[in-house]
């Protein structure tokens, strides 16, 4: 009996751990994984394609929250999803606000070089 060879799945370009989930950021799409108690039980990853994203903030929290970090997501939609982080995760979030421009704008350009090669 012959076995498939099961592909390896692709390692997401930057991860934060955050309060209560996780943020994996692929080529294409941002996964978001819940990791409460409930949402371990009952919820599904989210998944927000690169394309419907329309900005990414990353911010210190100034009143109850001192020193832990915001990271606010707006969708097209103008839905938006804000996550905690502790202080240590600084750089991540810095790291995965920078890559999704990053992305973003190669996305936006590729297009435009299509049309003006002959």
């Avoid at 994984?33 to 994203?53: G, K, N, Y």
């Avoid at 109850?64 to 939609?77: A, C, E, F, K, S």
Wanted: glycine letters at 4%; hydrophobic letters at 45%.
């Amino acid at each position: 009996m012959a076995t498939a060879v099961v592909p390896q799945a692709q390692a997401p370009l930057k991860t934060a751990q955050g309060y209560f989930h996780t943020l994996e950021l692929y080529p294409d799409r941002l996964v978001i994984t819940r990791t409460d108690v409930l949402s371990r039980l009952f919820a599904q990853p989210e998944v927000i394609p690169l394309h419907d994203i329309m900005g990414v903030y990353v911010h210190q929290a100034q009143f109850m929250t001192r020193g832990w970090w915001q990271l606010t997501i707006i969708r097209h939609d103008h839905h938006s999803v804000g996550f905690s982080y502790a202080p240590d995760q600084q750089q991540a979030l810095f790291a995965v606000r920078d890559t999704i421009t990053d992305l973003q704008s190669r996305e936006a350009v590729v297009p435009f070089l299509k049309k003006i090669k002959p």
